[in-house]
C-alpha cells in the first residue's frame, strides 16, 4: 500500500497480519515497535538468546491471532517499520519523497565527522564520544528529559544489554560504548511512562530508528508522542551472545568477565583488562549472526533525525549522517557551542566508500517476497574472478 493510499483509505491490518507478514516470515527484527505500541499489552517479548521476537499472550485465538485486532485493534501494525510499504511510508513523513534509486544510505543533508570536546565524555564513549556528546547536550538545552538507551547489565562482565532510560549526564555515559549484541531500547517506553517523562531521545539500531516516523505516518496514536530525537546507530548486524562462550572463549581463551572495550573496524577488536589486543576475523563470527537481522536491508539507520557510527578510519572520530531539519539544527548549535568538533566526512575516504559498500549489501538481503521499496536502485553483487556471485551475508 502507498502512502497515499494508507492515508486515504481505512487501515485495517493487525496481529494476523503482522505475524504472517513480518514475524513467522523471517522480516521481524525484534525492535519491539508492536509492543510498546500495543494499548491492551497483550504482545510480549523476551530478551534473550533465541527470542528477541514479539509474540502473543492470549490463547484464545492461538499466536496467529488475536481478539483485539479481530475487533478492530491495528496498533501493532501501524508500529511496525518492517510491515508492508515501511520504508517509502517513513520516506514520505520525513523527506516528502521517496528516496532516489542511487541513494543507497538514504536521504540526507550533509555528512560529518565528529568527536566530543569534552575529555570525559570522548574517552567513556565510543569512536570519540559524539552519541554521548548529543544526548548530554539535547538534556542541558531542553530538548528532551530522557533517552532510550542500553545498559550492562550489573557490573558490565556480562556484556549482556538491556534496554534502559537515561535521565542524567552520568547516567548517560554509564550507558557509552558498544555492545554487538541486540538491546530492543524501545522497551525503555515503559520505565519512562512510569517516571511521567514525555520528551524523549531514542537511541537504536537502524531498525529501531524506523520505528517513531512509521508510528507518526500511520497514525498510530499517544505512543509515537513522546519521541521527539531520533540517533539511529549504523548497524549491519547483531550477534547472539553464545558467540562469548562458542567462540571467544572457547576458540581463543577470551573470558568476557576480562573484557574492557569492544568494536567493529574490519575485524572483531576486543580490548581485555590485562592489557591485551585482539582481533577476531568476522567472517568467523557470522554463525553467530542474530536472526533478526539476517533480512535487515538497513545499515544506516535511514529515518533517524542524525545516523553514526564508528566506520571510519580513525577510532577517534563518528560519522554522522544528518538527514532531518531537527538533525540538523541540533547539529549546527552543537558545533557552534564547541560541544563537538566537526569536519567534512569526505576527508576520510573509507568512511565514505564502507558507508555506500555496507548500505548496499544490506539492502541486498530484503527477500523478493516482500515490499520491493528498500531494494530499489540496488544494483547486483559483482561476480568473483570464476565467475560466481559472492556469497550473501
Not at 548530554?136 to 556484556?159: C, P, Q, R, V
Not at 541486540?182 to 539500531?205: C, P
Not at 535487515?296 to 539507520?301: G, K, M, R, T, V
Request: some cysteine; proline content about 5%; aromatic content about 8%.
Amino acid at each position: 500500500m502507498s502512502t497515499t493510499a494508507a492515508a486515504t483509505s481505512r487501515w485495517t491490518h493487525q496481529w494476523k497480519e503482522l505475524h504472517e507478514e513480518v514475524i513467522s516470515s523471517g522480516l521481524c527484527t525484534g525492535c519491539a515497535g508492536c509492543v510498546v505500541a500495543c494499548p491492551h499489552e497483550v504482545i510480549g517479548y523476551t530478551h534473550e538468546e533465541g527470542h528477541y521476537k514479539p509474540f502473543h499472550l492470549e490463547d484464545d485465538l492461538g499466536p496467529a491471532n488475536c481478539g483485539h485486532g479481530e475487533k478492530g485493534c491495528t496498533s501493532c501494525t501501524r508500529a511496525c517499520p518492517r510491515f508492508r510499504s515501511w520504508e517509502p511510508d517513513a520516506d514520505m513523513h520525513l523527506f516528502g519523497r521517496t528516496r532516489n534509486d542511487d541513494e543507497m544510505f538514504g536521504q540526507y543533508r550533509s555528512l560529518l565527522l565528529c568527536r566530543a570536546t569534552d575529555p570525559e565524555v570522548h574517552e567513556k564513549g565510543q569512536d570519540g564520544g559524539f552519541v554521548g556528546a548529543m544526548l548530554i547536550w539535547l538534556m542541558k538545552h531542553d530538548y528532551i528529559d530522557a533517552a532510550l538507551t542500553s545498559f550492562l547489565e550489573g557490573d558490565g562482565s556480562s556484556w549482556k544489554a538491556r534496554p534502559g532510560l537515561a535521565r542524567t549526564p552520568a547516567e548517560v555515559l554509564a550507558s557509552s560504548g558498544s555492545r554487538y549484541t541486540y538491546s530492543a531500547n524501545t522497551l525503555a517506553m515503559k520505565e519512562a511512562a512510569e517516571a511521567g517523562l514525555q520528551r524523549l531521545a531514542l537511541v537504536g539500531m537502524s531498525c529501531q530508528s524506523s520505528v517513531p516516523p512509521i508510528m507518526w505516518t500511520r497514525k498510530a496514536g499517544k505512543v509515537g508522542k513522546p519521541f521527539l530525537f531520533n540517533i539511529g546507530l549504523l548497524c549491519s548486524k547483531t550477534f547472539d551472545d553464545a558467540i562469548f562462550e562458542e567462540l571467544f572463549l572457547a576458540k581463543y581463551g577470551l573470558r568476557k568477565e576480562e573484557m574492557v572495550k569492544m568494536n567493529i573496524k574490519g575485524v572483531f577488536q576486543i580490548w581485555m583488562k590485562d592489557g591485551s589486543y585482539h582481533e577476531i576475523d568476522l567472517k568467523e563470527c557470522h554463525q553467530w549472526t542474530r536472526e533478526g537481522c539476517k533480512t535487515c536491508p538497513d545499515f544506516a539507520a535511514e529515518h533517524a533525525d542524525i545516523s553514526t557510527g564508528g566506520i571510519g578510519e580513525d577510532n577517534a572520530w563518528t560519522l554522522c549522517v544528518v538527514r532531518t531539519p531537527l538533525g540538523e539544527e541540533v547539529m549546527n548549535r552543537m558545533i557552534a557551542d564547541g560541544s563537538v568538533e566537526a569536519r567534512p566526512a569526505e576527508t576520510d575516504a573509507t568512511a565514505m566508500r564502507l558507508l555506500k559498500l555496507l548500505s548496499t549489501v544490506s539492502r541486498r538481503r530484503w527477500p523478493a517476497t516482500a515490499h520491493p521499496a528498500p531494494v530499489v536502485g540496488v544494483p547486483p553483487p559483482k561476480k568473483k574472478a570464476d565467475g560466481t556471485a559472492p556469497a550473501a551475508h
